[in-house]
């Protein structure tokens, strides 16, 4: 995980440089992921291959963790966060999952949102 510019200022991304977000019906303390079945079809879960995620430039490694979800695979997390990936992101630098809902929003490198403008595909 690292940082990218986007229309909406610096965000996280990841290692092929799509938006991360995170769910407002998620909590952080403590890590809790409650995106399941369908929404994780269109959410994606960041999830953790063997060990603790790698942070690239710009993302402290101290704010990545795991998270273990419902379906008991392992979840990356930013500053506590549940870390997703939107598909309607076709290519790296949109951020066209910024405000859907009300609830998703994508991720800065510390764990906060960005903005609060409503995401564009470039």
């Not at 999830?47 to 273990?68: E, F, K, T």
């Amino acid at each position: 995980m690292g940082t990218g510019t986007s229309a909406l200022g610096e965000v996280a991304v990841d290692i092929e440089g799509f938006t991360l977000y995170r769910f407002d019906k998620d909590s952080a303390k403590p890590s809790a992921s409650r995106c399941e079945g369908g929404c994780a079809k269109t959410w994606e879960p960041v999830l953790a291959s063997d060990g603790m995620p790698i942070a690239l430039p710009g993302v402290a490694p101290s704010a990545l963790g795991i998270v273990v979800r419902g379906d008991k695979t392992k979840q990356v997390t930013l500053a506590g966060w549940p870390v997703y990936r939107y598909t309607g992101d076709t290519a790296p630098g949109q951020t066209a999952g910024n405000g859907v809902d009300g609830t998703w929003h994508a991720l800065a490198p510390d764990g906060s949102t960005p903005g609060a403008k409503k995401g564009t595909k470039n």
